[in-house]
């Protein structure tokens, strides 16, 4: 089910900035009204001004915004659940410029220069801009640490510099397309089944997505994650099967069966000081049990495997449940202002990028001349579609010409063969493991999908397409007709003169296929 009420989500946006205001607006008079009593016109001595200086910083300190508690369970009802902005440790220095390499997936690097407080949705944005890619929100700079075989897609708002500083020398940025990102926001139910939320088994009844999420956003809730996980003994190959809880005060497992009492409960890892990885050669380096090992690693650790917190799940969505709820948890509301900040963007330039057009483009309407007099097509829909059909029209008069000996440079049948290979969504002779390297890496959402070259028929192509994150392939057969070949994957009963035209096809009509296809999965050099 898709989540179409946002608007309650919007409403908690408000809510919470209303609450900073009013926090900021208290503080600030508790200020103004202190100073007159702390003065009062007298002399100051040494250690009364000394006094002085502190309450003001203490004032001012608690002037900034508030931030959310991780461990709201922990406090008690009388306290409010907020950290202190003071009791934070002190960050990065905020100016300077700093040297960031970053890879693509070919391997080769680009080094740029940026300042200490560029976000990683600048960067990438940077990116895009020097490599002419499209801009379509879903490129993302990945932490990667190839000796442990650990990875993530940084947050849009983290700092670029202070990653880079608690990564080790062997770590590197890469630079790569996640559709996944906040595709929880678009579909909530598919990241989190019913069966692993807490509050769904405690309530017994479907909750509704946009209440589901607020339940995961808002502070003053304490939603919890729960099902079984295989962990990974500290130091050892061996692996163990226990119940999980995830709360915004951290992993717990629990040492008697599925009790959640507080006497059962082991605490396994902080969220707060953490990060949760993709392990990438799980079984290779670590024995993993399944393919659906994720980790949680210290902020702190840079290339000590023993800190590392080894998780295993029993699929694909139990995995990405557990790493979502984890990012939840840690970021809140800050992943849904991350979600919304590129759709106000688009919103706001749809305005402006009308094309400019002269006078004369400006006076052309489009036009049917199907009968024995031309109509103007005033229906936009139908103009679309009339232009579509000039398109393949225009497409079959040049095969035509191309039979009957014309002079173009290439044959009709040598130029369906190579006329897709400059399109994004071809790979050319890549394996079925490295398909699914790829469609791993960039997201496993409906639609994503790719061409190859078939490796059991050299004449044959394969589109390899992810639905409900499993990876499915569909061979695509040539076939000829009247001397003439074309494409199929279902057996001719639909044929393409190319590949860029089966490709359009299936972007607006299913088919045969599970589900259209919707986010090509690319590959770009920097």
């Given at each position: 089910p898709r989540m179409n009420d946002d608007v309650d989500l919007e409403a908690l946006v408000n809510d919470m900035n209303s609450s900073l205001e009013s926090l900021y607006s208290t503080c600030s008079g508790q200020q103004t009204e202190s100073t007159p009593l702390l003065h009062n016109g007298q002399n100051l001595s040494h250690r009364s001004l000394r006094r002085l200086q502190e309450a003001e910083q203490q004032l001012r300190t608690s002037s900034l915004p508030a931030i959310p508690n991780p461990f709201p369970e922990l406090c008690s009802l009388a306290n409010?659940?907020?950290?202190?902005p003071g009791s934070l440790p002190p960050g990065e220095p905020s100016t300077g410029i700093y040297i960031v390499k970053?890879?693509?997936e070919d391997g080769l690097g680009k080094v740029v220069e940026i300042p200490a407080g560029m976000t990683a949705r600048d960067l990438c944005q940077?990116?895009?801009?020097?490599?002419?890619?499209?801009d379509d929100n879903s490129w993302a700079l990945v932490e990667h640490h190839p000796l442990l075989g650990l990875e993530r897609c940084l947050e849009d708002h983290e700092l670029v510099i202070q990653v880079q500083a608690s990564m080790s020398s062997g770590s590197r940025f890469l630079f790569r397309k996640n559709y996944a990102k906040y595709e929880f926001f678009r579909n909530t139910h598919t990241f989190f089944p019913e069966h692993m939320?807490?509050?769904?088994?405690?309530?017994?009844r479907t909750i509704p997505p946009s209440?589901?999420?607020?339940?995961?956003?808002?502070?003053?809730?304490c939603p919890e994650i729960q099902g079984y996980l295989y962990v990974k003994d500290v130091g050892r190959k061996s692996w163990k099967k226990v119940y999980m809880f995830l709360r915004r005060s951290g992993l717990y497992c629990s040492a008697k069966g599925t009790s959640k009492e507080p006497r059962h409960l082991q605490f396994l890892a902080d969220l707060e000081d953490s990060s949760i990885f993709t392990v990438i050669t799980g079984k290779k380096l670590h024995g993993a049990p399944t393919d659906y090992e994720f980790c949680i690693k210290p902020n702190k650790c840079r290339g000590e495997s023993k800190e590392l917190r080894m998780l295993c799940a029993e699929d694909e969505q139990g995995r990405t449940c557990w790493m979502t709820a984890f990012r939840l948890f840690k970021?809140?509301?800050?992943?849904?202002?991350?979600y919304k900040i590129p759709l106000q963007r688009k919103t706001l330039l749809s305005h402006f990028s009308a094309p400019v057009r002269s006078v004369s483009e400006n006076s052309l309407v489009a036009m049917d001349f199907s009968g024995r007099i031309g109509r103007v097509i005033e229906n936009p829909l139908e103009a679309q579609s009339a232009a579509m059909e000039e398109g393949h029209a225009w497409r079959k008069r040049s095969q035509r010409m191309n039979v009957l000996g014309s002079h173009s440079p290439l044959h009709h049948s040598s130029l369906s063969s190579v006329i897709h290979i400059a399109q994004m969504w071809f790979h050319g002779r890549i394996t079925r493991e490295e398909s699914h390297r790829l469609i791993h890496?960039?997201?496993?959402?409906d639609g994503l999908f790719l061409l190859r070259v078939s490796q059991s028929n050299p004449k044959a192509f394969v589109l390899t397409l992810c639905h409900h994150q499993k990876i499915k392939h569909f061979q695509i057969l040539p076939c000829e007709e009247d001397g003439q070949v074309f494409f199929s994957l279902d057996d001719g009963a639909t044929k393409f003169t190319d590949l860029i035209q089966l490709v359009e096809f299936y972007q607006l009509n299913r088919g045969v296929l599970p589900c259209k296809l919707k986010h090509p999965c690319t590959v770009v050099a920097l």
């Open positions: 409010s659940p907020v950290l202190s970053v890879f693509s940077l990116l895009v801009y020097k490599s002419h890619c499209v939320v807490a509050w769904c088994q405690e309530t017994n209440q589901l999420l607020q339940n995961f956003l808002a502070t003053s809730s970021y809140g509301i800050v992943l849904y202002q991350n890496q960039q997201g496993q959402v």
